[in-house]
């Protein structure tokens, strides 16, 4: 793993990157960075990075919107915020995926969220059980460098996800998920040890 982390690219990789691109994603990126540059007064950081069309930002009262050099909302994707919200560098919200910061979501540096994922730090109401009374409504999210969620996932509150992490594919994540794991599954479960993967 140490080779690795040595190898990551500088964040000039995105621009390096982006000369390579046929002209039309020259074109989308170019729109997407001047959506950002549009909404500047929105996030409480100023690293560049690509906002695609039909992408709703609703920040709250009190909200912190951090997000690194090089990330990427995807078309269609929702982002709520009364918390502290950090997108890491790289890193991806896919189309159509929502994400919702009550309280406090981390997303780390490279990490890949696919098409109609779904992570909420809240259940949005208060809500008592028999035997048990109320129930813990918001707790925070933490998720890890170089990780890859599958589509149609849900990450639920509380959720602590390490690095280098697979989710496959209509997961629903309610507990903690080790490092270099491979888990997939209602509710998600262990199917694997991760070595690594690429975009």
Avoid at 79 to 101: N, Q, Y
Avoid at 154 to 168: E, F, S
């Amino acid at each position: 793993m140490e080779d690795r982390e040595q190898s990551v690219p500088d964040f000039g990789h995105f621009w390096r990157q982006f000369m390579r691109y046929p002209l039309r994603d020259k074109v989308i990126a170019a729109l997407g960075v001047m959506r950002w540059a549009l909404r500047l007064y929105k996030f409480d950081s100023r690293e560049p990075f690509i906002i695609e069309r039909k992408v709703q930002v609703l920040k709250w009262k009190g909200g912190v919107i951090e997000v690194g050099r090089g990330a990427r909302w995807a078309m269609g994707s929702k982002i709520v915020v009364g918390g502290h919200l950090r997108f890491g560098s790289r890193a991806i919200l896919g189309p159509h995926s929502t994400l919702m910061c009550a309280t406090e979501v981390t997303i780390g540096d490279r990490s890949m969220i696919a098409w109609n994922v779904s992570i909420f730090d809240s259940i949005g109401h208060r809500l008592w059980m028999e035997r048990v009374g109320e129930v813990e409504v918001e707790a925070p999210i933490t998720i890890g460098n170089d990780v890859w969620i599958g589509p149609y996932s849900i990450i639920m509150k509380g959720v602590t996800i390490g690095d280098n992490v697979v989710i496959g594919a209509g997961s629903v994540v309610r507990r903690d998920v080790p490092p270099n794991t491979l888990v997939y599954g209602n509710p998600a479960r262990m199917a694997g040890k991760v070595d690594h993967w690429e975009r």
